[in-house]
């Protein structure tokens, strides 16, 4: 099978052309490395399966485009920023990119009368009131606040995705991805677990934005990359489903922190700040839909996951501090 992954040089994109690659499919990833990055894919290149797209999704693909990559099966969106450092630097292009861009990707989707997944988020259900979230809850989302970029762009992406199965009968699935981690995330991204990780090896204090209470449910990215290919193949009933893809091990802010500090071995104290603005205050899956329905949760726990991930950060941190690359958080 043909299959397009959109933002397929990010964290979890690369993950998913390598796993969708070992299960022997032909693999176009589609990015214009607004947040990807190559590195991410280097060790596919030389994948006769494999193919590599520079484009931007806001511009529409040609039908010369269309052509020349043949027929595609199915299409995994995932190209967006998600860092919450990029809701203050890139909101338009984010608003941008989950609205006219998503649009563009569902479009030629249809042209190729392919399956499709988009990849929303947990943000979609915002500073929630029900706990723990299901699929049926419709949220608690600030329109304007300084995460409206995001969270709106992404559940404006539902609603195209939506319109396109029912008025034009797109093969379509919806996955509201939670707190997803692993070996590739930017160290910088600003998000809890890779700060932790890079504050902990570089002995800075680890910064925790209130008063750590809040909570957030880590999944490992082998866990979420298999969530992702069960709903895209999931049984023909399941088209218009929406699924949640995460752990529901709950934690606390404060408790990852110290589970992270003893995983790196790392002596740094943990520094409290003022609370961020719309920030959650609890984010906790319910997956009992995609257990029921498909058999998939997660098997890899926090510390195993751990274990796999901050070698890596250990790694790629030592190799930029050699070239003098490394930045402040």
Known sequence: MRIVVTGGAGFIGSHLCEALLGQG???????????????????????PG???????????VSQEWHSMLGEVEAVFHLASPASPADFSTMPLQIAVINSQGTLNVLEWARLHKARFLITS????????????Q??????????TGPRACYDEGKRFGETLTSIYINEYGLDGRIVRIFNTYG????????????????????????????DGTQTRSYCYVSDMVAGLIAVMFAPPE??????????PDEREIRNLAEVIRQACNSTSEIEYRPALQDDPARRCPNITRINTLLGWQPTVSLNEGLGLTVPWFREKLGAMQQTHKVEEP
Not at 51 to 60: F, G, K, M, S
Not at 238 to 247: C, E, K, L, P, S
């Open 25 to 47: 499919h032909e693999v176009v990833a589609v990015d214009n490395f607004l947040t990807g990055s190559k590195a991410n894919i280097a060790h596919l290149l030389d994948n």
């Open 50 to 60: 494999f193919r590599l797209v520079e484009h931007d999704i806001t511009v529409p």
């Open 121 to 132: 988020t947990s943000e979609a259900y915002g500073d929630p009131e029900v706990h723990p």
């Open 134 to 143: 299901g699929e049926e809850y419709r949220g608690n989302v600030s329109t």
């Open 183 to 210: 070996p590739r995330m930017n160290p910088f991204d600003g998000r809890s677990v890779p700060n932790f990780i890079t504050q902990a090896l570089s002995g800075k204090p680890l910064t925790i934005y209130g």
């Open 238 to 247: 399941t088209r218009g489903a929406v699924f949640n893809v995460g752990n």
